[in-house]
């Protein structure tokens, strides 16, 4: 087929697509009581793509001031309503959970069939409730959390033995990667009983490509969601790209699972105590329900939720406290103060350290880890605010733009943990104003251990270290701009020189 003759194909595509959806919006404009959100003008084909530049949390939030805290926007193909006020996103989240509790899910989520068996993009299901119920149980209830404690603990002194051993060199710490390993381990040693990489080498860093790589696919704007006729093409080689990541995650996969079976076909051999092997006895319990392939994909989104969000959370609180020497000295303080001069932060201690709560409750504000949540999507049509939204519309909740409403928070573009102090808002889906980890029956259930690593990671950085800028830089001058993917890293690495003091074990 010529060139011609495809971009004459192309071109009817796109007439007839917004002939129809121009009939479409029309009667439901038409309706009164059926009436769609307001937006701005809708072009031609593209609709408003040409709007949402590379930082979309960023552009909502802005048309968001000229047509309101829900809005309707067209993405070539695509009907997309965006959420910009707590009250709204409560109607989504909680009064109407149930029919916003489909997943919008990107084209690059069904490589390797992902989007059919994954925890994060199946409908709520029976099959998405078993999963999700597995993962809490093995992972995530208080009951697990609480075993594996000297697990965490162990990983924290690894980061602390290490900016130690920067301290003691003059070497600069990169705080976002130290703060990936950490994590990174973390997770592979609850998964697998194993180190996925060292601080010294650029293990931690190839996966963190990986690991970010897959983020930014799902959250880039990509051409192939908003006109499916170019799925095939992949013009910008999103799918690719994410084949790519994936093939490499479950090629280690895949090798430390027929390591495990090889084990567990010995006699002598003991069991290991973690996930992989309690989801390798629900395989032999189920298989039908629960087979190697489901068993893969469930470790993917573990293994991808369990590493980015964690250690980009850590950095940006990091760099906001650099940029606030004044509020690092507080901390550092209560924590001398609460858990002595040479102590080490335990998790039964973040309860009586207030203002270390603030930092990080401060930080999910202005930094929440998933700016859009992940895009829900309608099961049937429903009215939100006196308006009508479609069955099968993909609903963005501008976390971002929320909890940096004037109208909310007072001097909402400053970083001011101490506006959480007499505060009852919290992060766990109660509090509509500040939903870091979403909020209804599809909140992320990674909050519990996510809670408790953000905070004690934090503590490690801070506890008996002083930290100066690389390259004299000014604390007022510090890079705070973004990379946008599905979540929000910092563009450019945060890295500082530590002065550590009498003990840091």
Not at 211 to 221: E, Q
Request: glycine letters at 6%; charged letters at 25%.
């Amino acid at each position: 087929m010529d060139i011609i003759t495809i971009l004459s194909s192309l071109a009817f595509y796109f007439l007839i697509f917004w002939l129809c959806n121009y009939v479409i919006i029309s009667k439901l404009r038409s309706r009164g009581s059926g009436k769609v959100p307001p937006g701005p003008y809708q072009f031609p084909i593209i609709g408003n793509l040409h709007q949402i530049g590379s930082k979309p949390h960023r552009s909502y939030a802005k048309l968001s001031e000229i047509y309101g805290p829900i809005m309707s926007v067209r993405l070539g193909t695509k009907q997309t309503v965006v959420v910009s006020s707590a009250e709204i996103a409560r109607e989504v989240l909680q009064k109407n959970d149930q029919i916003c509790s489909s997943r919008g899910i990107p084209i690059v989520m069904h490589s390797f069939n992902h989007h059919n068996v994954s925890m994060v993009w199946l409908p709520a299901s029976t099959r998405w409730r078993n999963i999700r119920k597995m993962s809490k149980e093995h992972i995530f209830s208080t009951h697990s959390l609480d075993v594996s404690q000297a697990l965490r603990q162990e990983k924290l002194k690894e980061l602390r033995d290490y900016v130690k051993s920067c301290s003691s060199s003059g070497k600069t710490v990169d705080i976002g990667e130290a703060a990936f390993t950490t994590s990174l381990n973390l997770i592979s040693r609850t998964l697998f009983s194993v180190d996925f990489a060292n601080y010294d080498t650029n293990s931690s860093q190839e996966l963190r490509d990986i690991v970010w790589g897959v983020m930014k696919n799902i959250g880039t704007p990509n051409v192939s969601d908003y006109f499916p006729v170019l799925q095939p093409i992949d013009p910008q080689g999103v799918m690719r790209s994410t084949n790519s990541y994936f093939q490499r995650l479950f090629d280690i996969f895949d090798g430390l699972i027929n390591e495990r079976l090889l084990i567990r076909g010995g006699s002598s051999e003991t069991k290991k105590n973690d996930v992989l092997e309690a989801l390798l006895d629900e395989n032999m319990k189920n298989e039908s329900n629960f087979n190697i392939n489901v068993l893969k994909h469930m470790l993917l989104d573990l293994f991808i939720a369990g590493t980015d969000t964690t250690s980009g959370t850590v950095e940006w609180a990091m760099a906001e406290l650099l940029r606030n020497p004044e509020k690092l000295l507080t901390a550092k303080e209560e924590l001398k103060r609460v858990i002595g001069e040479n102590g080490v932060v335990q998790e039964s201690d973040i309860s009586r350290l207030p203002y270390l709560q603030v930092i990080v409750k401060e930080t999910f504000r202005l930094h929440p880890a998933a700016p859009f949540l992940v895009p829900h999507k309608t099961n049937e049509d429903v009215q939100i605010s006196g308006y009508t939204i479609p069955k099968d519309t993909e609903i963005l909740v501008n976390a971002w733009a929320i909890a940096r409403d004037e109208g909310t928070w007072e001097q909402a573009e400053i970083f001011k943990p101490e506006r959480f102090l007499e505060s009852e808002i919290d992060v766990k889906g109660n509090h509509f104003e500040l939903t870091p980890f979403g909020a209804g029956r599809r909140m992320c259930p990674g909050l519990p251990l996510a809670y408790r690593m953000v905070h004690l990671m934090l503590a490690s950085f801070i506890h008996n270290i002083d930290w100066k800028l690389e390259g004299e830089i000014r604390p007022q001058d510090l890079d705070m701009d973004e990379l946008f993917g599905l979540t929000v890293q910092k563009a450019l690495p945060l890295k500082a020189i530590p002065t550590c003091g009498q003990n840091t074990d």
